[in-house]
C-alpha cells in the first residue's frame, strides 16, 4: 500500500489542523492505520492510531483530548484532527498501516513521506 500524508502547515498555539493520508493500493480496509511524529533531533513517536473499521483508537498520552484520528474507509482516507496545538506538537508526522490488525504502536509495514507541522508560540 502506498500513503501519502497531506495538511502540514505554520500555525499558532491554539490553532486547529488536520492532517490526511490518502492510500493507494491493496484494501484500505484491511489496515491498522497510525500516525507517528518526529521532531528534530529526536526518535519517532507514535501518536494514534485507529482499527480497520475505525470502530477502535488508541492514543499517546501526550495528546489524549486533544487529537482525533478517525478514517474513511471508502475513501481510502485517514485523518488526524490536532486540535489545541502547542509548540511541542511541531514535528514531521507520518501516516503508516500494519496488516497484522493488532492496535499497538508497534510493527507498521508502510509508511508515507510525511508532512511538517510547525506551530509557534
Known amino acids: 500500500v502506498q500513503l501519502q500524508a497531506s495538511g502540514g502547515g505554520l500555525v499558532q498555539a491554539g490553532a486547529s489542523l488536520r492532517l490526511s493520508c490518502a492510500a493507494s493500493?491493496?484494501?484500505?480496509?484491511?489496515?491498522?492505520m497510525g500516525w507517528f511524529h518526529q521532531a528534530p533531533g529526536k526518535k519517532r513517536e507514535f501518536v494514534a492510531a485507529?482499527?480497520?473499521?475505525?470502530?477502535?483508537?488508541y492514543y499517546a498520552d501526550s495528546v489524549k483530548g486533544r487529537f482525533t484520528i478517525s478514517r474513511d474507509n471508502a475513501k481510502s482516507t485517514v485523518y488526524l484532527q490536532m486540535n489545541s496545538l502547542k509548540p511541542e506538537d511541531t514535528a514531521v508526522y507520518y501516516c503508516?498501516?500494519?496488516?497484522?490488525?493488532?492496535?499497538?504502536?508497534?510493527?507498521?509495514?508502510?509508511w508515507g513521506q510525511g508532512t511538517q507541522v510547525t506551530v509557534s508560540s
Open positions: 503508516a498501516a500494519k496488516g497484522d490488525g493488532s492496535l499497538t504502536f508497534m510493527a507498521y509495514d508502510y
Open positions: 493500493g491493496r484494501t484500505f480496509s484491511s489496515y491498522v
Open positions: 485507529i482499527s480497520r473499521s475505525g470502530g477502535s483508537t
